[in-house]
Nanobody, 126 residues
Framework: EVQLVESGGGLVQAGGSLRLSCAAS????????IGWFRQAPGKEREGVSI????????YYEDSVKGRFTISSDNAKNTVYLQMNSLKPEDTAVYYC???????????????????WGQGTQVTVSS
């Protein structure tokens, strides 16, 4: 069974940086996508950044473009989200999610995702 474990969250000042990690295990197919979603209290969960193993294509939510970078280390089965120039509005619980398919694409709609991690808290103070 696919398992995802997030790490790297914490408390930082505005303008600071964090790197989140999503360690994956249990994939039975070569094609998969891993995405980062976040949810702040009282707000709906939103897609932040997604990467596909099929072609390496990526997606970034508009508010994080130029600040966040998603990358993968296939040898370690790990996906990273480097977050720079953090803002208070980035405060949320960040979740790693994944789905397997014949051809995986960076789908934004969370209904595509079958597996979810437990989340890691990111808090940015002003």
């Amino acid at each position: 069974e696919v398992q995802l474990v997030e790490s790297g969250g914490g408390l930082v000042q505005a303008g600071g940086s964090l790197r989140l990690s999503c360690a994956a295990s249990g994939f039975t197919r070569d094609a998969y996508a891993i995405g980062w979603f976040r949810q702040a209290p009282g707000k709906e969960r939103e897609g932040v950044s997604i990467i596909s193993s099929s072609d390496g294509s990526t997606y970034y939510e508009d508010s994080v473009k130029g600040r966040f970078t998603i990358s993968s280390d296939n040898a370690k089965n790990t996906v990273y989200l480097q977050m720079n120039s953090l803002k208070p509005e980035d405060t949320a619980v960040y979740y790693c999610a994944a789905y397997e398919a014949t051809i995986a694409q960076p789908m934004v709609d969370e209904s595509w995702y079958d597996y979810w991690g437990q989340g890691t808290q990111v808090t940015v103070s002003s």
